[in-house]
Protein backbone atom coordinates (compact mmCIF):
# COMPACT_ATOMS: atom_id res chain seq x y z
CA UNK A 1 0.00 0.00 0.00
CA UNK A 2 1.26 3.88 -0.42
CA UNK A 3 0.68 6.09 1.82
CA UNK A 4 -2.99 6.67 2.69
CA UNK A 5 -6.22 5.48 0.90
CA UNK A 6 -8.35 7.46 -1.44
CA UNK A 7 -12.17 6.88 -0.75
CA UNK A 8 -14.38 8.78 -2.67
CA UNK A 9 -18.19 9.73 -1.50
CA UNK A 10 -20.62 10.32 -3.99
CA UNK A 11 -24.03 11.88 -2.62
CA UNK A 12 -27.51 13.00 -4.67
CA UNK A 13 -30.22 15.17 -3.58
CA UNK A 14 -33.13 13.51 -5.70
CA UNK A 15 -32.91 9.85 -6.72
CA UNK A 16 -35.64 8.53 -8.96
CA UNK A 17 -37.31 4.53 -8.09
CA UNK A 18 -36.44 2.32 -4.48
CA UNK A 19 -33.70 -0.55 -4.68
CA UNK A 20 -36.38 -2.83 -6.64
CA UNK A 21 -36.86 -0.11 -9.42
CA UNK A 22 -35.37 -1.34 -12.71
CA UNK A 23 -36.90 1.14 -15.18
CA UNK A 24 -34.66 3.53 -17.20
CA UNK A 25 -34.98 6.59 -14.91
CA UNK A 26 -34.73 5.03 -11.96
CA UNK A 27 -31.29 2.76 -13.10
CA UNK A 28 -29.74 5.66 -14.96
CA UNK A 29 -30.15 8.13 -11.73
CA UNK A 30 -28.81 5.33 -9.92
CA UNK A 31 -25.51 4.72 -12.35
CA UNK A 32 -24.85 8.08 -12.52
CA UNK A 33 -24.43 8.48 -8.63
CA UNK A 34 -22.45 5.05 -8.58
CA UNK A 35 -20.29 6.07 -11.46
CA UNK A 36 -19.05 9.52 -9.93
CA UNK A 37 -18.00 7.44 -6.84
CA UNK A 38 -16.05 4.67 -8.54
CA UNK A 39 -14.08 7.24 -10.99
CA UNK A 40 -13.28 9.91 -8.39
CA UNK A 41 -11.73 6.43 -6.44
CA UNK A 42 -9.95 4.56 -9.20
CA UNK A 43 -9.04 3.85 -13.04
CA UNK A 44 -11.88 1.82 -13.79
CA UNK A 45 -10.53 0.89 -17.06
CA UNK A 46 -7.34 -0.03 -16.36
CA UNK A 47 -8.92 -2.06 -13.53
CA UNK A 48 -11.04 -4.24 -15.61
CA UNK A 49 -10.51 -4.00 -19.29
CA UNK A 50 -9.92 -7.11 -20.55
CA UNK A 51 -10.15 -9.26 -17.45
CA UNK A 52 -12.93 -11.41 -16.02
CA UNK A 53 -14.51 -8.99 -13.43
CA UNK A 54 -16.75 -10.80 -10.86
CA UNK A 55 -19.46 -8.76 -8.58
CA UNK A 56 -19.97 -9.79 -5.25
CA UNK A 57 -23.37 -8.05 -3.56
CA UNK A 58 -24.87 -9.20 -0.75
CA UNK A 59 -27.45 -11.42 -1.36
CA UNK A 60 -28.13 -13.25 2.30
CA UNK A 61 -31.75 -14.07 1.73
CA UNK A 62 -35.29 -12.95 0.87
CA UNK A 63 -36.78 -10.67 2.98
CA UNK A 64 -40.17 -9.22 3.33
CA UNK A 65 -41.55 -6.66 1.52
CA UNK A 66 -40.97 -3.00 2.34
CA UNK A 67 -37.32 -4.45 3.97
CA UNK A 68 -34.47 -3.67 2.15
CA UNK A 69 -31.66 -5.70 3.48
CA UNK A 70 -29.76 -6.84 0.55
CA UNK A 71 -27.74 -4.57 -2.14
CA UNK A 72 -29.66 -2.18 -4.36
CA UNK A 73 -30.39 -4.12 -7.73
CA UNK A 74 -29.52 -0.71 -9.19
CA UNK A 75 -26.06 -0.64 -7.86
CA UNK A 76 -25.75 -4.22 -9.50
CA UNK A 77 -26.64 -2.75 -12.50
CA UNK A 78 -24.82 -0.21 -12.61
CA UNK A 79 -21.30 -1.53 -11.48
CA UNK A 80 -22.10 -4.79 -14.21
CA UNK A 81 -22.83 -2.27 -16.91
CA UNK A 82 -19.27 0.06 -16.40
CA UNK A 83 -17.56 -2.92 -16.42
CA UNK A 84 -18.78 -4.05 -19.78
CA UNK A 85 -18.55 -0.20 -21.32
CA UNK A 86 -15.26 -0.37 -20.19
CA UNK A 87 -13.93 -3.79 -21.77
CA UNK A 88 -14.09 -6.11 -19.28
CA UNK A 89 -13.65 -9.60 -20.90
CA UNK A 90 -16.49 -11.20 -18.74
CA UNK A 91 -18.74 -9.81 -15.73
CA UNK A 92 -20.37 -12.35 -13.56
CA UNK A 93 -22.38 -11.94 -10.28
CA UNK A 94 -21.81 -14.27 -7.78
CA UNK A 95 -23.06 -14.93 -4.42
CA UNK A 96 -23.94 -17.34 -1.66
CA UNK A 97 -26.92 -16.58 0.69
CA UNK A 98 -27.25 -17.34 4.49
CA UNK A 99 -27.39 -20.60 6.09
CA UNK A 100 -28.99 -23.22 3.97
CA UNK A 101 -30.43 -20.40 1.59
CA UNK A 102 -29.69 -21.51 -2.02
CA UNK A 103 -28.23 -18.99 -4.38
CA UNK A 104 -30.39 -20.61 -7.31
CA UNK A 105 -33.53 -19.67 -5.08
CA UNK A 106 -32.69 -16.12 -3.67
CA UNK A 107 -31.18 -14.59 -7.02
CA UNK A 108 -34.68 -15.43 -8.69
CA UNK A 109 -36.95 -13.95 -5.41
CA UNK A 110 -34.29 -11.03 -5.62
CA UNK A 111 -34.72 -10.25 -9.31
CA UNK A 112 -30.98 -10.23 -9.87
CA UNK A 113 -31.52 -12.79 -12.89
CA UNK A 114 -32.94 -9.73 -13.94
CA UNK A 115 -30.01 -7.75 -14.16
CA UNK A 116 -28.20 -10.74 -15.44
CA UNK A 117 -30.60 -10.70 -18.51
CA UNK A 118 -30.70 -7.12 -19.33
CA UNK A 119 -26.98 -6.58 -19.63
CA UNK A 120 -26.42 -10.51 -20.90
CA UNK A 121 -23.85 -11.03 -18.05
CA UNK A 122 -23.67 -14.40 -16.31
CA UNK A 123 -24.54 -15.48 -12.76
CA UNK A 124 -22.66 -18.34 -10.39
CA UNK A 125 -24.57 -19.81 -7.76
CA UNK A 126 -21.34 -20.20 -5.59
CA UNK A 127 -23.19 -22.73 -3.48
CA UNK A 128 -22.86 -25.11 -7.04
CA UNK A 129 -19.59 -24.39 -7.91
CA UNK A 130 -16.69 -26.02 -7.94
CA UNK A 131 -14.92 -25.70 -4.23
CA UNK A 132 -11.33 -25.14 -3.95
CA UNK A 133 -9.82 -26.06 -0.80
CA UNK A 134 -7.25 -23.25 0.27
CA UNK A 135 -4.77 -23.08 3.49
CA UNK A 136 -4.63 -19.33 5.38
CA UNK A 137 -0.81 -19.80 7.42
CA UNK A 138 -1.97 -16.70 8.88
CA UNK A 139 -4.94 -17.17 9.51
CA UNK A 140 -6.24 -16.93 13.23
CA UNK A 141 -9.06 -19.68 13.18
CA UNK A 142 -9.26 -21.03 9.70
CA UNK A 143 -7.01 -24.23 9.74
CA UNK A 144 -8.64 -24.61 5.42
CA UNK A 145 -11.14 -22.98 4.18
CA UNK A 146 -13.48 -24.23 0.94
CA UNK A 147 -13.86 -21.08 -1.60
CA UNK A 148 -15.79 -21.12 -5.18
CA UNK A 149 -13.01 -21.44 -8.04
CA UNK A 150 -15.06 -18.86 -9.80
CA UNK A 151 -13.82 -16.43 -6.81
CA UNK A 152 -10.34 -17.39 -7.30
CA UNK A 153 -10.18 -17.56 -10.96
CA UNK A 154 -11.57 -14.18 -11.35
CA UNK A 155 -8.78 -11.51 -12.35
CA UNK A 156 -10.93 -8.49 -10.71
CA UNK A 157 -13.62 -9.11 -7.68
CA UNK A 158 -15.95 -5.95 -6.96
CA UNK A 159 -17.33 -5.82 -3.50
CA UNK A 160 -20.57 -4.51 -3.39
CA UNK A 161 -22.33 -4.67 0.05
CA UNK A 162 -25.31 -3.16 1.62
CA UNK A 163 -24.17 -0.55 4.37
CA UNK A 164 -26.17 -1.91 7.43
CA UNK A 165 -26.25 -1.86 11.43
CA UNK A 166 -25.62 -5.05 12.37
CA UNK A 167 -26.55 -6.49 16.10
CA UNK A 168 -23.38 -8.63 15.82
CA UNK A 169 -20.66 -6.80 14.04
CA UNK A 170 -21.94 -3.17 14.51
CA UNK A 171 -22.14 -2.61 10.94
CA UNK A 172 -22.50 -5.18 8.46
CA UNK A 173 -19.97 -3.53 5.45
CA UNK A 174 -17.48 -4.83 2.87
CA UNK A 175 -15.42 -6.96 4.96
CA UNK A 176 -18.78 -9.00 6.61
CA UNK A 177 -19.87 -8.76 2.69
CA UNK A 178 -17.08 -11.26 2.02
CA UNK A 179 -18.49 -14.45 4.55
CA UNK A 180 -20.53 -14.91 1.49
CA UNK A 181 -17.66 -16.59 -0.23
CA UNK A 182 -18.01 -19.08 2.82
CA UNK A 183 -20.05 -22.22 2.40
CA UNK A 184 -22.50 -23.89 5.25
CA UNK A 185 -20.18 -26.50 6.46
CA UNK A 186 -18.23 -23.24 7.13
CA UNK A 187 -20.34 -20.49 7.88
CA UNK A 188 -21.60 -20.96 11.63
CA UNK A 189 -18.29 -21.87 12.92
CA UNK A 190 -16.12 -19.14 14.97
CA UNK A 191 -19.79 -17.15 14.68
CA UNK A 192 -19.28 -16.30 18.46
CA UNK A 193 -16.91 -13.53 19.85
CA UNK A 194 -13.97 -15.09 17.19
CA UNK A 195 -16.33 -13.78 13.92
CA UNK A 196 -14.38 -10.52 13.55
CA UNK A 197 -10.90 -12.59 13.46
CA UNK A 198 -12.44 -15.34 10.68
CA UNK A 199 -14.20 -12.25 8.40
CA UNK A 200 -10.33 -10.36 8.25
CA UNK A 201 -8.94 -14.55 8.08
CA UNK A 202 -11.91 -14.41 4.62
CA UNK A 203 -10.37 -11.16 3.37
CA UNK A 204 -6.66 -13.12 3.19
CA UNK A 205 -8.13 -15.51 0.63
CA UNK A 206 -8.88 -12.50 -1.77
CA UNK A 207 -9.02 -9.30 -1.11
CA UNK A 208 -11.25 -7.32 -3.56
CA UNK A 209 -9.89 -5.13 -6.00
CA UNK A 210 -12.73 -2.25 -5.55
CA UNK A 211 -15.83 -2.03 -2.87
CA UNK A 212 -18.88 0.03 -3.80
CA UNK A 213 -20.55 0.03 -1.09
CA UNK A 214 -24.71 0.84 -1.48
CA UNK A 215 -26.35 3.56 1.10
CA UNK A 216 -28.33 4.26 -1.05
CA UNK A 217 -31.65 3.20 1.15
CA UNK A 218 -29.08 2.02 4.11
CA UNK A 219 -30.71 0.02 7.38
CA UNK A 220 -30.10 1.44 10.78
CA UNK A 221 -30.82 -0.27 14.09
CA UNK A 222 -31.80 -3.97 14.41
CA UNK A 223 -30.09 -4.88 11.25
CA UNK A 224 -28.77 -6.73 9.72
CA UNK A 225 -32.40 -8.48 9.05
CA UNK A 226 -34.76 -6.43 11.10
CA UNK A 227 -33.96 -2.77 10.52
CA UNK A 228 -34.90 0.21 9.30
CA UNK A 229 -33.84 1.67 6.18
CA UNK A 230 -33.39 5.35 6.02
CA UNK A 231 -35.43 6.20 2.62
CA UNK A 232 -33.55 8.20 -0.19
CA UNK A 233 -30.17 8.33 1.99
CA UNK A 234 -28.93 8.66 -1.64
CA UNK A 235 -25.05 7.54 -1.09
CA UNK A 236 -22.53 5.76 -2.68
CA UNK A 237 -19.30 4.80 -1.34
CA UNK A 238 -15.88 3.81 -3.40
CA UNK A 239 -12.78 2.57 -3.16
CA UNK A 240 -10.01 0.18 -3.61
CA UNK A 241 -9.06 -0.91 0.07
CA UNK A 242 -12.66 -2.41 1.20
CA UNK A 243 -10.94 -1.89 5.00
CA UNK A 244 -10.96 2.35 4.25
CA UNK A 245 -13.98 1.96 2.43
CA UNK A 246 -15.75 0.75 5.43
CA UNK A 247 -13.86 3.11 8.00
CA UNK A 248 -15.12 6.17 5.98
CA UNK A 249 -18.57 4.47 5.56
CA UNK A 250 -18.37 4.09 9.40
CA UNK A 251 -17.60 8.09 9.84
CA UNK A 252 -20.91 8.74 7.47
CA UNK A 253 -22.88 6.44 10.01
CA UNK A 254 -21.88 8.46 13.16
CA UNK A 255 -19.44 5.79 14.59
CA UNK A 256 -16.04 5.55 15.22
CA UNK A 257 -14.38 2.97 13.25
CA UNK A 258 -12.30 2.07 15.81
CA UNK A 259 -14.91 0.38 17.62
CA UNK A 260 -16.07 -2.31 14.89
CA UNK A 261 -13.53 -5.14 15.36
CA UNK A 262 -12.91 -6.00 11.97
CA UNK A 263 -11.88 -2.82 10.94
CA UNK A 264 -9.37 -2.36 13.80
CA UNK A 265 -8.23 -6.17 13.35
CA UNK A 266 -7.36 -5.81 9.38
CA UNK A 267 -5.63 -2.41 9.98
CA UNK A 268 -3.56 -3.12 12.27
CA UNK A 269 -2.66 -6.56 10.42
CA UNK A 270 -1.53 -4.87 7.36
CA UNK A 271 -4.48 -5.41 5.08
CA UNK A 272 -5.80 -2.09 4.49
CA UNK A 273 -6.39 1.42 6.45
CA UNK A 274 -8.58 1.85 9.17
CA UNK A 275 -7.28 5.35 10.75
CA UNK A 276 -9.48 8.42 9.01
CA UNK A 277 -5.75 10.69 9.16
CA UNK A 278 -4.78 8.14 6.91
CA UNK A 279 -7.57 8.10 4.43
CA UNK A 280 -8.33 10.59 1.83
CA UNK A 281 -12.03 11.77 1.42
CA UNK A 282 -12.86 12.58 -2.15
CA UNK A 283 -16.04 14.07 -3.71
CA UNK A 284 -18.35 14.73 -1.19
CA UNK A 285 -17.63 16.07 1.74
CA UNK A 286 -18.25 13.98 4.64
CA UNK A 287 -20.07 16.61 7.29
CA UNK A 288 -22.69 16.97 4.31
CA UNK A 289 -24.02 13.16 4.28
CA UNK A 290 -22.95 12.12 8.52
CA UNK A 291 -25.73 11.33 10.36
CA UNK A 292 -26.07 9.39 13.71
CA UNK A 293 -27.60 5.73 12.67
CA UNK A 294 -29.59 4.44 15.31
CA UNK A 295 -26.97 1.46 17.08
CA UNK A 296 -27.98 -2.05 17.10
CA UNK A 297 -29.07 -3.80 20.37
CA UNK A 298 -27.61 -7.01 20.83
CA UNK A 299 -29.44 -7.96 24.09
CA UNK A 300 -33.13 -9.29 24.56
CA UNK A 301 -32.96 -8.66 28.56
CA UNK A 302 -36.10 -6.24 29.17
CA UNK A 303 -37.06 -5.34 25.78
CA UNK A 304 -40.37 -7.79 25.50
CA UNK A 305 -43.03 -7.68 28.50
CA UNK A 306 -43.81 -11.46 28.15
CA UNK A 307 -40.09 -12.46 27.51
CA UNK A 308 -37.66 -13.12 30.52
CA UNK A 309 -34.28 -13.15 28.78
CA UNK A 310 -31.93 -14.56 31.36
CA UNK A 311 -28.27 -13.91 30.12
CA UNK A 312 -25.26 -15.32 31.96
CA UNK A 313 -21.68 -15.93 30.27
CA UNK A 314 -22.93 -15.68 27.36
CA UNK A 315 -21.10 -15.22 24.16
CA UNK A 316 -22.36 -13.30 21.19
CA UNK A 317 -23.02 -16.19 18.93
CA UNK A 318 -26.38 -17.18 21.05
CA UNK A 319 -27.07 -13.22 22.39
CA UNK A 320 -27.36 -13.10 18.27
CA UNK A 321 -29.32 -15.95 17.88
CA UNK A 322 -32.20 -15.23 20.68
CA UNK A 323 -32.67 -11.53 19.46
CA UNK A 324 -32.51 -11.83 16.18
CA UNK A 325 -35.41 -14.38 16.67
CA UNK A 326 -37.41 -12.33 19.03
CA UNK A 327 -37.44 -9.44 16.80
CA UNK A 328 -38.28 -11.84 13.89
CA UNK A 329 -41.19 -12.77 15.83
CA UNK A 330 -42.07 -9.13 16.92
CA UNK A 331 -41.55 -7.98 13.35
CA UNK A 332 -44.36 -10.32 12.31
CA UNK A 333 -46.88 -9.73 15.20
CA UNK A 334 -46.55 -12.79 16.70
CA UNK A 335 -44.84 -12.28 20.03
CA UNK A 336 -47.74 -12.20 22.41
CA UNK A 337 -48.86 -15.82 21.00
CA UNK A 338 -45.98 -17.51 22.41
CA UNK A 339 -47.32 -16.61 25.88
CA UNK A 340 -45.26 -16.09 28.59
CA UNK A 341 -41.54 -17.29 28.17
CA UNK A 342 -38.04 -17.83 29.76
CA UNK A 343 -34.95 -17.66 27.47
CA UNK A 344 -31.77 -19.30 28.88
CA UNK A 345 -28.27 -18.69 27.09
CA UNK A 346 -24.62 -18.87 28.37
CA UNK A 347 -23.86 -20.47 31.41
CA UNK A 348 -26.29 -20.65 34.26
CA UNK A 349 -26.07 -21.77 38.08
CA UNK A 350 -29.72 -21.70 39.45
CA UNK A 351 -29.27 -21.91 42.63
CA UNK A 352 -32.96 -21.83 43.50
CA UNK A 353 -34.44 -22.51 40.38
CA UNK A 354 -37.76 -22.32 42.25
CA UNK A 355 -37.59 -18.21 42.18
CA UNK A 356 -37.92 -18.71 38.14
CA UNK A 357 -41.67 -18.03 36.51
CA UNK A 358 -43.12 -21.03 37.54
CA UNK A 359 -45.92 -20.20 34.32
CA UNK A 360 -43.20 -19.55 31.63
CA UNK A 361 -41.96 -21.95 29.28
CA UNK A 362 -38.10 -22.61 29.24
CA UNK A 363 -35.96 -22.49 26.16
CA UNK A 364 -32.18 -22.95 26.73
CA UNK A 365 -30.38 -21.63 23.64
CA UNK A 366 -26.55 -22.43 22.49
CA UNK A 367 -25.09 -25.83 24.22
CA UNK A 368 -23.66 -23.75 27.33
CA UNK A 369 -27.10 -23.02 28.59
CA UNK A 370 -28.54 -26.95 27.78
CA UNK A 371 -25.21 -28.15 29.36
CA UNK A 372 -25.29 -26.34 32.66
CA UNK A 373 -29.43 -25.25 33.64
CA UNK A 374 -31.27 -28.62 32.50
CA UNK A 375 -29.87 -30.42 35.79
CA UNK A 376 -31.47 -27.49 37.69
CA UNK A 377 -34.84 -27.21 36.04
CA UNK A 378 -37.61 -28.95 36.30
CA UNK A 379 -40.82 -29.68 34.04
CA UNK A 380 -41.05 -28.78 30.61
CA UNK A 381 -37.73 -27.69 29.42
CA UNK A 382 -37.33 -26.49 25.31
CA UNK A 383 -33.80 -27.02 23.64
CA UNK A 384 -31.90 -24.76 20.70
CA UNK A 385 -28.78 -26.95 20.47
CA UNK A 386 -25.53 -25.29 18.41
CA UNK A 387 -22.36 -23.03 19.21
CA UNK A 388 -23.75 -20.63 18.11
CA UNK A 389 -27.18 -22.12 17.07
CA UNK A 390 -28.53 -20.24 13.63
CA UNK A 391 -29.39 -16.71 14.20
CA UNK A 392 -33.12 -17.90 13.66
CA UNK A 393 -33.33 -21.30 15.46
CA UNK A 394 -35.04 -20.32 18.18
CA UNK A 395 -37.52 -18.12 16.19
CA UNK A 396 -38.06 -21.51 14.22
CA UNK A 397 -38.51 -23.22 17.39
CA UNK A 398 -40.82 -21.12 18.70
CA UNK A 399 -42.69 -21.38 15.46
CA UNK A 400 -42.85 -25.02 15.50
CA UNK A 401 -43.92 -25.03 18.78
CA UNK A 402 -46.61 -22.41 18.60
CA UNK A 403 -47.94 -22.30 14.96
CA UNK A 404 -46.82 -25.09 13.13
CA UNK A 405 -48.95 -27.88 15.16
Same mark, same amino acid.
Not at 203 to 208: E, I
Not at 300 to 309: D, E, F, I, K, Q
Given at each position: ?7 ? @? ?11 ? #? ?43 ? @? ?15 ? #? ?10 ? =? ?20 ? #? ?131 ? #? ?81 ? =? ?5 ? @? ?57 ? =? ?5
Amino acid at each position: MGSNSIVA @ISHSDNLSGSPTD #LNEKSLNSVAKLTKKAIDKSCNFINLVKDKTVLLKPNLVRSTPPN @IFATTDLRVIYSVAKMA #LDAGASKVIIGD =KPGWKKSARSVFGELGVDKIAN #LLGVETCFFDEDQLLELDLPASKVFNKIFVPKTVMDSDVLINLPKVKTHIHTIVSLGIKNLHGIVMDNQRLINHRNDLAYKLVDILRVKKPSLTVSDCIWPMEGQGPLNGRNIKNFNVVVAGTDVVAVDAVTC #LIMGIDPSEVDTIRIASAEGLGYGDPKKISIVGTKLTRVKRHFKRPCISAAGVYSNVLSMEAGVCQGCLSCVRHSLDRLAFEQ =KMQRVGQ @ITVCSGKHSFEKPELLPAKNEVWLVGDCASETSSKSLIGKVHRVPGCPPHIYELYNSLH =KEHFDS
